[in-house]
């Protein structure tokens, strides 16, 4: 496949086989857009999105690449460049959360937080900043957990604070070239990343903590990144959307 005979836009959407990544990519598609899904590890349930897509007429592959090892970031766009074509997309999607106190949180928790919300952002950045069309969209995930403070979420709170900060001094340091930088921040959803580890105590009183009484779905955050990555976003830059119902 190459798109050099079409005007269709590609987004490349990271972490993308399941969980929020995946309501964006399917709504990625249902808006036109040529997707790729990256994956890490799950082939099985990527593989099965991108089928899902192609089957409703979406170009799609699947691309895997571990964020965090700036060379598979490099060989996963230059994949994309082959089959697709030049990204116009980037939805920094890929993430990892494991809520440990600070104290007891472990050299190797730290690394893994580190290197695939900090360093696995960086490393998707630092590629589209040479490889983005101009005139294209990235979207990064920063989270509300930022503004809530609780304890355990000391070390991811970190990684999303500079995901912000990147968001902000990018979308500056792209000037002239028509690309939006932002970042959405969700609040509470009911995924996998989120649920997981979690009594039916604590997802209730998650689920009470927004004035609309409700965890989020990853359709609505789909949404939101939806309009991020279209035409109506084009003079929204260098912000943060906190998509989180009210939550804080």
């Known amino acids: 496949m190459n798109n050099a005979?079409?005007?269709?836009?590609?987004?490349?959407?990271?972490?993308?086989?399941?969980?929020?990544?995946?309501?964006?990519?399917r709504r990625l598609a249902l808006d036109g857009f040529a997707v790729a899904v990256n994956y890490a590890a799950s082939s099985g349930e990527a593989d099965a999105l991108v089928a899902e897509l192609r089957a409703a007429g979406t170009r799609a592959i699947a691309v895997q690449a571990d964020v965090a090892k700036a060379d598979e970031v490099r060989r996963m766009f230059e994949t994309i460049e082959q089959q697709l074509g030049k990204v116009d997309v980037l939805v920094n999607n890929a993430g990892v959360l494991k809520t440990v106190p600070l104290a007891d949180t472990s050299d190797a928790l730290f690394d893994q937080t580190i290197n695939i919300n900090l360093r696995g952002t960086f490393n998707t950045l630092r590629e589209a900043a040479a490889r983005l069309n101009d005139g294209g969209r990235i979207v990064n995930f920063s989270s509300t957990t930022l503004a809530l403070n609780m304890p355990g979420y000391a070390v991811y709170n970190a990684t999303k604070a500079a995901v912000e900060a990147f968001t902000h001094v990018f979308a500056k340091e792209l000037r002239g070239r028509n690309i939006?930088?932002?970042?959405?921040?969700?609040g509470p959803i009911a995924t996998s990343l989120f649920l997981d580890g979690k009594t039916e105590e604590q997802i209730q009183t998650f689920a009470k903590m927004p004035p609309l009484q409700r965890l989020g779905q990853p359709d609505d955050i789909a949404a939101v990144v939806s309009f991020l990555a279209g035409p109506d976003a084009g003079w929204v830059n260098g912000q943060i959307?906190?998509?989180?119902?009210g939550v804080a």
Do not use: F, M, W, Y
Not at 5 to 25: D, M
Not at 241 to 245: C, E, H, K, S, T
């Open 180 to 186: 939006t930088v932002n970042a959405v921040a969700p």
């Open 241 to 245: 959307l906190r998509a989180n119902g």
């Open 5 to 25: 005979n079409h005007q269709q836009q590609i987004a490349l959407v990271t972490g993308a086989s399941r969980g929020i990544g995946a309501a964006v990519a």
